[in-house]
T-cell receptor
Framework: DAGVTQSPTHLIKTRGQQVTLRCSPKSGHDTVSWYQQALGQGPQFIFQYYEEEERQRGNFPDRFSGHQFPNYSSELNVNALLLGDSALYLC???????????????FGEGSRLTVL | AQKITQTQPGMFVQEKEAVTLDCTYDTSDPSYGLFWYKQPSSGEMIFLIYQGSYDQQNATEGRYSLNFQKARKSANLVISASQLGDSAMYFCAMTGMNSGYSTLTFGKGTMLLVSP
């Protein structure tokens, strides 16, 4: 049973560039959430996708956008990269919007982005 | 709004001993869920244990147990018989009814080091 998978695992970009990160949810899950984890901090919620629509969004600028595909996989896009965007980006999946009500919230290994 | 506080930046424990990692929370949600995750240096956020706010009994998962004291708003993680592989960052997190149980709020984490 495949868990949550993310790609790429590591990448380096320069300021002003754009980046796309990918996530495949755990088998049986249909909801994907993205989190940003800066060094030494806990993860912060970016947004959540369900039925190919953004359902909830955290306090992140419009430079952060996403997409969910019919197979439930998801992409996170960040435009006009800033040095402060350097972080570990984590994807979490669940079944249904209220996955947190049952404890069924599982994370991938993350994509570590470095912006130079 | 939800808030998670983890007051122990680091904890040391000897192998085979038990250790308690502290977590207090604040929320206005009448119903909520509490999570503990382990994050090794690889970055993956590994689910350990979940406690629903209306669960009558404290959650247990193998060597992990959650000491849930609702009146004190605390959700401490107890690891029995520590192993060297338990060395990692540990995060307490919560979700709630007002967010549709779909987003997690994390604490800043506690670094646990297990020595031989």
């Amino acid at each position: 049973d495949a868990g949550v998978t993310q790609s790429p695992t590591h990448l380096i970009k320069t300021r002003g560039q754009q980046v796309t990160l990918r996530c495949s949810p755990k088998s049986g899950h249909d909801t994907v959430s993205w989190y940003q984890q800066a060094l030494g901090q806990g993860p912060q919620f970016i947004f959540q996708y369900y039925e190919e629509e953004e359902r909830q969004r955290g306090n992140f600028p419009d430079r952060f956008s996403g997409h969910q595909f019919p197979n439930y996989s998801s992409e996170l896009n960040v435009n006009a990269l800033l040095l402060g965007d350097s972080a570990l980006y984590l994807c979490a999946s669940s079944w249904g919007l209220a996955g947190g009500n049952t404890g069924e919230l599982f994370f991938g290994e993350g994509s570590r982005l470095t912006v130079l | 709004a939800q808030k998670i506080t983890q007051t122990q930046p680091g904890m040391f424990v000897q192998e085979k001993e038990a250790v308690t990692l502290d977590c207090t929370y604040d929320t206005s949600d009448p119903s909520y869920g509490l999570f503990w995750y382990k994050q090794p240096s690889s970055g993956e956020m590994i689910f350990l244990i979940y406690q629903g706010s209306y669960d009558q009994q404290n959650a247990t998962e193998g060597r992990y147990s959650l000491n849930f004291q609702k009146a004190r708003k605390s959700a401490n993680l107890v690891i029995s018989a520590s192993q060297l592989g338990d060395s990692a960052m540990y995060f307490c997190a919560m979700t709630g009814m007002n967010s549709g149980y779909s987003t997690l709020t994390f604490g800043k984490g506690t670094m646990l080091l297990v020595s031989p």
